[in-house]
């Protein structure tokens, strides 16, 4: 399997664990199931699983359908190629730096001048080509513009939802289009960045295959959720000591994949198979 589709995968998955999605969960599958979030002794909810099958059926159908879309896009902007990968790679840096909490910290801007610095080290000692120096330093300064504007300040925003009367199969369905469109803030800058890559690959099936894969990543565990609801709200309580450490490791996958991108690199990322 490619990089670029294992990277998908491990994305969707490093978004279902994300601080903001994993909490709120139970209430989903609550909210489709009508079932109530508390433990049942281990036993399979039928109810609950059927449900989240047709929630995850729905959200899969828009992010194939958003992933092919962006193909589409990204093919008509061709002419454009090397300016729609400079402005998306800083953007798909931002936010890596967004998603693993890197904002926050108070030195941020200390420790991203030096980062800074770095760049221009490499690039004096022969590191980094022209072409390469050019797209880093932009991406550099545009994430540097966007931080200073305090955009970061407007995604961190947290969905919440109430455990409400059962919805019909259909409700459920329905219910995933609705979180595909309206993706927290937790899974935008994720599937943001995926749905960039998407628009760079050379086929509308392509790009519709990355965003299945990124759907299977985010689906699966959900489906496992709802299989084993009681478990697995034992299991939100434990994990919730790691969210920091899935921000960092899913801050780092989009900081290192935007960072490809400004360097030319992506395609040969693509080409690795195992």
């Known amino acids: 399997m490619e990089v670029t ?31 109530s979030g508390t433990p ?35 093919q008509l902007l061709q002419s454009y190629q090397d300016w729609v990968v400079r402005i998306g790679s800083g953007l798909v840096i931002f936010f890596g730096l967004h998603f693993s909490g890197a904002f926050l910290w108070r030195h941020f801007l200390k420790a991203y001048i030096l ?7 490499l690039y004096l ?10 797209n880093l330093a932009f991406a550099y300064v545009e994430v540097l513009v966007l931080y200073l504007f305090k955009v970061h300040e407007l995604l961190y925003r947290q969905l919440k939802l109430e455990a409400k009367p059962e919805l019909s199969y259909v409700g459920a369905f ?7 469109f309206g993706w927290s ?9 995926i749905l960039f890559l998407a628009s760079q690959q050379e086929t509308v099936m392509r790009g519709a295959l990355l965003l299945f894969v990124y759907s299977l990543g985010l689906g699966i565990p959900f489906l496992l959720a709802g299989l084993l609801f009681s478990v697995f709200l034992s ?14 490791a899913g801050g780092v996958l989009l900081v290192g994949l935007g960072i490809l991108l400004a360097l030319g690199k992506l395609s040969v990322l693509a080409n690795i198979t195992f």
């Open 5 to 35: 589709l294992i990277g998908a995968f491990v994305a969707g998955l490093l978004s279902f664990l994300s601080p903001c999605i994993l909490p709120v969960i139970p209430a989903y599958l609550s909210y489709i199931s009508g079932v």
């Open 40 to 74: 049942s002794g281990g036993r399979v909810n039928w109810r609950v699983f059927v449900s989240s099958v047709y929630f995850v059926l729905g959200f899969t159908l828009v992010f194939v359908g958003l992933g092919a879309s962006a193909t589409f896009v990204g």
């Open 115 to 121: 980062a800074g610095v770095l760049v221009v080290v």
């Open 125 to 134: 000692l022969g590191f980094l080509g022209k072409d390469s120096f050019f």
């Open 174 to 180: 329905l219910m995933g289009v609705v979180f595909a």
């Open 185 to 193: 803030p937790c899974i935008g800058p994720v599937l943001g960045s």
């Open 235 to 248: 299991f939100v309580k434990a994990f919730s000591r790691y969210f920091k450490y899935v921000e960092l």
